[in-house]
T-cell receptor, first 110, second 112 residues
Framework: GIQVEQSPPDLILQEGANSTLRCNFS?????LQWFHQNPWGQLINLFY???GTKQNGRLSATTVATERYSLLYISSSQTTDSGVYFC????????????FGTGTRLTIIP | EAGVTQSPTHLIKTRGQQATLRCSPI?????VYWYQQALGLGLQFLLW???????NRGNFPPRFSGRQFPNYSSELNVNALELEDSALYLC???????????FGSGTRLTVV
């Protein structure tokens, strides 16, 4: 099945810093989403972005489908941005299930 | 618009018992997906239901089962509970394949 790798696995930043999270996937996809999992376990949908670029406030994302990667940018980090960020994809070749990467744990220090 | 709702929020069961978890999708969504997130592990795909049928299941034993009702809500049943079944169970819904998935807040199952 499709493989999804995220980097870095852990990231510790000072409040106000910017960050870039990366997601590589091994096959072509028809769905790519970025999620933020808060400390209570809830998965918050950040972007539905199988290709192109989107922005929502301090967050933006870019997916280059032909090169099989996606980037999530967080600017001017706040402590509430802490948590685990997951990239998840649906492969073009199969079974429609959403396959998750292993996540990036982001910790923002005041 | 109401989001995906899951119940109960927390569930404590004894090893060997059965657990039933429930999920109501967003209105108009016909597909429901179940995922397991054990402590310190990633999200593992469990089951996919669409239009009342099981369309796909992950690498889990048959004691994990479920169903989807005519109103598209879904139930996950875990029989003969084992300690390692303790996990956060997340349900997601989507309008159809190829669209974004929206997740509920999860049910945290603890097996003692």
């Amino acid at each position: 099945g499709i493989q999804v790798e995220q980097s870095p696995p852990d990231l510790i930043l000072q409040e106000g810093a910017n960050s870039t999270l990366r997601c590589n996937f091994s096959d072509s996809v028809n769905n790519l989403q970025w999620f933020h999992q808060n400390p209570w376990g809830q998965l918050i949908n950040l972007f539905y972005i199988p290709s192109g670029t989107k922005q929502n406030g301090r967050l933006s994302a870019t997916t280059v489908a032909t090169e099989r990667y996606s980037l999530l940018y967080i600017s001017s980090s706040q402590t509430t941005d802490s948590g685990v960020y997951f990239c998840a994809v649906v492969s073009n070749f199969g079974n429609e299930k959403l396959t998750f990467g292993t996540g990036t744990r982001l910790t923002i220090i005041p | 618009e109401a989001g995906v709702t899951q119940s109960p929020t927390h569930l404590i069961k004894t090893r060997g018992q059965q657990a039933t978890l429930r999920c109501s999708p967003i209105s108009g969504h016909t597909s429901v997906y179940w995922y397991q997130q054990a402590l310190g592990l990633g999200l593992q795909f469990l089951l996919w239901y669409d239009e009342g049928e099981e369309r796909n299941r992950g690498n889990f034993p048959p004691r994990f089962s479920g169903r989807q009702f005519p109103n598209y809500s879904s139930e996950l049943n875990v029989n003969a509970l084992e300690l390692e079944d303790s996990a956060l169970y997340l349900c997601a819904s989507s309008f159809t394949t190829g669209y974004g998935y929206t997740f509920g807040s999860g049910t945290r199952l603890t097996v003692v």
